[in-house]
């Protein structure tokens, strides 16, 4: 059983924060669609997991701490 819940910032990449937060107070999984997203829901929360589509490398953006051990 899972629930889908989708924050939208409609371009407004300041809204980023806040809804990651949002987002990491009921949550198991994010999954973000850009390398900002991911990084505002990696803010949010250190525990929960965090699938992003980044078009940016994850270890120079601070999404990963390496490709071989990724970390969080």
């Keep these: 059983?899972?629930?889908?819940?989708?924050?939208?910032?409609?371009?407004r990449c300041d809204q980023l924060p806040a809804l990651a937060d949002e987002l990491a107070r009921a949550s198991d999984l994010i999954v973000a669609e850009s390398t900002r997203a991911a990084l505002a829901a990696k803010s949010a929360s250190a525990s929960i997991p965090i699938a992003a589509v980044v078009?940016?490398?994850p270890?120079?953006?601070?999404?990963?701490?390496?490709f071989a051990h990724p970390g969080a």
């Design 59 to 66: 270890v120079a953006s601070g999404l990963a701490a390496s």
């Design 1 to 11: 059983h899972f629930i889908l819940e989708f924050r939208l910032a409609q371009g």
């Design 55 to 57: 078009n940016s490398d």
